[in-house]
C-alpha cells in the first residue's frame, strides 16, 4: 500500500468495540457538516459510500483590486490619530492654595501634633459655619 503524501507515519489502529459493533454498520450514516471552507472534495474513493472522508482544501482569498476596505479604512484613520489626552483638571481656587500651601507644615510635625492641629482646623471650621447657620435662622425676614 502506498503512503500519501502527508499521511500519518503510522497504521491507524481500530477501536477495539469496531468488530463488535460492526452489525450497525448499515445503520450509521456520517453527518453532513458546514464550514466556513469554500472547496470540498471527497478522499478515499476506496471506501464504501457513506464512510468517505470530505477534506477541505483552502483556496487564498482573492483582494479586491479598488484597494482597502471601508472597514480597513476607518481602522487606518483611527490609527492615525493621536491618541486623546484626557481633559485637563480646572485650576485650583484661592482655598485649595492656601490649604496646599500648609502641607509642608502638617506633614513636618510629629503624629500626635499634626493630630491635634487638624482638629483644631476642623473645630473651627464646625464653629463658624455652625454660627453662619445659627444666624440665619434667627435674623429676621425684612
Do not use: C
Not at 33 to 58: I, K, V
Request: aromatic content about 8%; charged content about 25%; proline content about 12%.
Amino acid at each position: 500500500m502506498e503512503k500519501r503524501s502527508g499521511s500519518a507515519a503510522g497504521s491507524v489502529k481500530r477501536w477495539k468495540f469496531s468488530q463488535i459493533l460492526g452489525f450497525l454498520d448499515p445503520f450509521v450514516t456520517p453527518r453532513e457538516t458546514s464550514g466556513n471552507m469554500e472547496d470540498y472534495h471527497l478522499e478515499d474513493q476506496g471506501q464504501p459510500e457513506g464512510q468517505q472522508r470530505r477534506r477541505a482544501r483552502r483556496r487564498p482569498r482573492e483582494r479586491s483590486q479598488d484597494g482597502p476596505s471601508e472597514v480597513e479604512q476607518a481602522l487606518m484613520e483611527l490609527l492615525s490619530q493621536p491618541p486623546a489626552r484626557p481633559p485637563a483638571p480646572p485650576p485650583l481656587s484661592t482655598d485649595e492654595h492656601f490649604l496646599l500651601s500648609l502641607l509642608p507644615f502638617l506633614q513636618s510635625m510629629p503624629p500626635h501634633i499634626k493630630e491635634n492641629v487638624k482638629f483644631q482646623i476642623y473645630k473651627l471650621t464646625m464653629e463658624n459655619s455652625t454660627t453662619v447657620l445659627n444666624l440665619e435662622q434667627f435674623d429676621p425676614p425684612q
